[in-house]
């Protein structure tokens, strides 16, 4: 009993293990079929298999992996969920290759499982379609074949070599983005990006070992779009004309857009064929039909877009453009007329007038079906160009073309506004002559052909006949003779019509135009003309200002503009306007046309420097100055800017005299030279004199000082009892005085030797001597006497009396002239060398002194006579 249980135990299990697996091994339902071809265009696979029946008769949804295997690796993995059905038909798939399916042979396989069920079929057996790779071509291949390709979009290309050959090479032309890869018998080659830019089409060159070779074209393209402003119309209630724009899409010949047009309810294919030079268009006859629905479709083999439009043909009306077009003008009216072929159809129409300056104006006529309309102020004697345009009066859809445009001149009128007149006048004896000067201004309108200019003048004061002169209209301008009095005087311009209104000026008596006392003002340019203002006077109701444009020529071409009475400054201009050039401008208040000079204005539009230099006429020479004198420098008119001042530049002796490396003295012309000379001046030297009283006592009149008290004295190897020494090479005398002969003997002399470098001094009476210079070279030079000359030094800058101006500054002692012994005291330079008397050094001297004409300055306190600085 206990081994039949232990069996039971044992078999149950394995009786449920064996039940579960056969009712999972019924839930797997495998692939029965399977079928794969390709569509080479495409270079598409398409896959068609099936399962049991019983599965479609229990309508399972099923689960199927489907791989795709290129040569030896598996390339796509892709899953399908399907719900089958009882009809029992076979399930579909496709799969478009990144290469051309003919480079490689392709193979697929499929397997499923039941949505109840965790387990999958077996896998199906491969499908393979072979490539061209294992074939036995004789020469290399590319493909796919020539095709279209959109822009934008990458191409894989491939090219078989012959059996048993490699591709040597495989290159595109233009150049593009590319990117290679190998193999031994069959090479890919991928093209990126592709774009219209580089080619409308792209080439492809492939070639072998065996020097087979193999081209392809392929067009780059763009997809068609959907038509753009499709639309419908009616030009003569019979036929129907479609519109829409062309599209561009860079592929011609037979890979250009079709297009096809349609109806709904039309039994025909295609309605007419279209035409597509710059916009496309096709028509055909309506019939009977009012309302209809039109499809146009476009293709490329790239794609197909297609638009429709709905429409009424009573609401698509659109007129043909007006003919026979002609016009009847007045002076200020215009009345066009014209006719149209679709007299079955009400119309309205509008006329467009443009205006000589461009401006366009648009009139619409009030009456239906009206052939003719009338377009009312216009200005005489003026071309207007005019057109017309019809459209439906009832349910518009759009206007007709324009009608030819004709073009029309009004006829002449009265000339409407005034001329702008101005004046010159020039006294001359008895009387004055006035220049009168007319032109049109923007306000003025001839309204015909001026054929004369008439001037009246007459007497104000005493009602006299008038005079009168008429020109032709080739003048603007006329001289007049007119005495002392009042005038007024009139200029009318004519045309073929009438006189225009006539411009009014009043030339007062002749004593009322004083103004001599008018000093001129002046004014500045700018970079836009010269710019000027004026005081104004509330009494003016208006301003003029004039100049001429020629200023240095006759006649000067005068010039005239007018302000209003609340205007202060303006900027004259004009293109005759020149740097360097002065010009006069007169302001003018004008009130109940009678103008009165109130300004007189100079400037330049630009100042450019003198033409000259001053010539400097006397020059004055001191030892520490230099006075220059010239000529005023001419101011005249044709100056090229106004003298403003003068620039007095000085150098060292040793560079040039210009403007570098110089000092400039700026010296102006105006009163302020004057003022600052005559006031600021004195003014100020009195001040400093106040404030240094005390140092301008000491510097004007200084104590004489004591030799005893010199500080150079104070060296204690050459005090001599109680008396300092001076020792003779440490003093640098700035004066040099010869004694006569007389006061000479009163003086015990030292003698300095030249062997020995000490004097020696003798004193007599207490008294202190002066030192004696003495050599043996100065007898060279000295007159022969019997008592030797003496020589002394004071060391006192106060005593240090200026040469005459005709002197020479290096004049010494011994040239002095007979009786002029009581001027003993002559300039010496000071830090020279004491040996001034030595020969060569006089004889130097003599040669410096010869120059004292020149123009050159030399300062007492910078020279040394042996190569130093002049």
Same mark, same amino acid.
């Given at each position: ?39 080479? /265009? ?27 295997? @290129? ?31 003919? &480079? ?32 036995? @071509? ?103 004309? &479609? ?20 109806? =709904? ?10 035409? &597509? ?210 005038? @007024? ?19 007062? @008596? ?17 970079? /836009? ?331 007492? =306190? ?9």
């Amino acid at each position: 009993m206990m081994n039949h249980f232990m069996i039971l135990a044992v078999l149950i299990p394995l009786r449920t293990c064996h039940t579960s697996y056969s009712q999972q091994e019924s839930d797997v339902f495998p692939v029965t079929y399977l079928n794969v071809s390709k569509d080479l /265009d495409l270079q598409r696979l398409l896959v068609e298999w099936d399962v049991v029946k019983s599965a479609h008769d229990a309508e399972l949804a099923i689960s199927f992996e489907i791989q795709v295997r @290129r040569t030896n690796e598996v390339v796509w993995t892709e899953f399908q969920n399907v719900t089958l059905d009882k009809l029992g038909k076979p399930l579909h798939w496709t799969w478009d290759s990144n290469i051309p399916l003919e &480079c490689m042979s392709h193979a697929v396989r499929i397997r499923s499982k039941a949505e109840t069920s965790k387990i999958w079929s077996q896998w199906s057996l491969w499908e393979t379609l072979p490539g061209l790779d294992t074939s036995n @071509r004789s020469g290399p291949q590319i493909f796919p074949k020539e095709k279209v390709l959109a822009e934008g979009s990458n191409i894989t290309l491939c090219c078989i070599g012959g059996k048993g050959q490699t591709i040597k090479e495989f290159s595109v032309f233009p150049t593009v983005d590319v990117v290679k890869r190998t193999k031994s018998q069959v090479r890919l080659l991928t093209v990126g990006n592709l774009s219209h830019d580089k080619g409308s089409n792209i080439h492809v060159y492939c070639s072998d070992e065996d020097k087979g070779s193999h081209e392809a074209a392929f067009f780059v393209g763009k997809p068609p779009d959907t038509p753009k402003n499709f639309s419908c119309q009616t030009q003569d209630m019979k036929r129907v004309t &479609c519109t829409w724009r062309k599209e561009e899409t860079y592929l011609y010949g037979r890979n250009s857009p079709q297009y096809t047009l349609s109806e =709904t309810s039309s039994q025909k294919m295609a309605l007419c064929e279209a035409s &597509c030079p710059e916009q496309c268009s096709c028509s055909w006859d309506i019939g009977q039909q009012q309302i209809w629905n039109v499809t146009v479709t476009v293709e490329n083999p790239l794609g197909k877009k297609s638009a429709t439009d709905v429409f009424d043909v009573k609401h698509r009306v659109y007129p043909t453009a007006p003919f026979q077009v002609w016009e009847d003008c007045t002076d200020t009216e215009m009345t066009l007329h014209w006719n149209y072929k679709n007299t079955e159809i009400e119309l309205f129409c509008q006329t467009e007038v443009v205006q000589p300056d461009g401006k366009v104006e648009l009139h619409n006529s009030s009456v239906a079906d009206s052939r003719r309309i009338t377009v009312r102020g216009l200005r005489p004697y003026t071309e207007y160009t005019a057109r017309v345009r019809c459209g439906a009066a009832r349910h518009f859809w759009r206007w007709s073309e324009w009608s030819q445009p004709l073009t029309c001149r009004t006829k002449e009128g009265t000339p409407s506004g005034k001329l702008d007149i101005w004046r010159e006048i020039t006294p001359v004896f008895g009387g004055r002559n006035v220049t009168l000067f007319w032109k049109q201004t923007p306000s003025f309108q001839a309204n015909g052909k001026i054929i004369s200019y008439e001037v009246t003048w007459e007497k104000i004061e005493d009602g006299s006949q008038p005079e009168s002169i008429s020109f032709s209209s080739v003048y603007n301008s006329t001289r007049i003779f007119l005495d002392n009095h009042s005038y @007024r005087i009139s200029v009318m311009a004519k045309n073929n019509v009438n006189f225009s209104l006539p411009s009014i000026l009043i030339i007062s @008596r002749a004593t009322d135009n004083s103004t001599e006392e008018l000093k001129e003002g002046q004014v500045n340019g700018t970079d /836009d003309g010269i710019f000027l203002s004026w005081e104004p006077r509330s009494i003016y109701d208006s301003y003029i200002v004039d100049w001429c444009n020629f200023p240095r020529l006759q006649p000067c071409d005068l010039q005239w503009k007018r302000f209003g009475s609340n205007i202060s400054s303006a900027v004259i201009s004009s293109a005759a306007f020149v740097p360097g050039v002065r010009y006069k401008f007169h302001v003018y208040g004008s009130v109940a046309n009678r103008a009165s000079l109130l300004e007189k204005k100079i400037g330049y539009l630009k100042e450019l420097p003198p033409h000259l230099d001053p010539i400097v006429r006397k020059v004055d020479l001191t030892y520490n100055s230099v006075t220059l004198s010239w000529d005023s420098y001419l101011t005249n008119e044709s100056e090229p800017g106004f003298v403003r001042g003068y620039h007095v530049y000085v150098s060292p002796i040793q560079g040039n005299c210009n403007l570098k490396g110089s000092k400039k003295h700026i010296l102006s012309a105006n009163m302020l030279y004057f003022i600052f000379l005559l006031v600021i001046v004195p003014t100020l030297v009195a001040a400093i004199c106040h404030w240094k009283m005390k140092w301008l006592k000491e510097w004007c009149c200084p104590v004489i000082p004591s030799p005893n008290k010199s500080k150079v004295l104070s060296f204690k190897e050459f005090k001599m009892d109680s008396e300092k020494v001076l020792k003779i090479n440490d003093c640098l005398p700035d004066m040099l005085a010869v004694d006569s002969n007389a006061d000479a003997h009163k003086l015990h002399p030292v003698t300095w030797s030249p062997v020995s470098s000490t004097p020696t001094e003798d004193n007599t009476d207490g008294h202190n001597s002066s030192w004696i210079y003495s050599s043996e070279n100065v007898a060279r030079d000295f007159p022969s006497t019997s008592t030797p000359q003496t020589h002394t030094c004071f060391e006192n800058f106060a005593y240090s009396s200026p040469l005459e101006a005709e002197s020479d500054p290096y004049q010494i002692p011994e040239t002095l002239e007979a009786g002029k012994t009581n001027q003993a005291v002559v300039l010496y330079q000071p830090q020279c060398y004491i040996d001034i008397f030595h020969e060569d050094a006089a004889s130097t001297t003599r040669k410096t002194g010869e120059r004292k004409n020149s123009l050159k300055y030399i300062s007492q =306190t910078d020279v040394c006579w042996l190569g130093g600085r002049l």
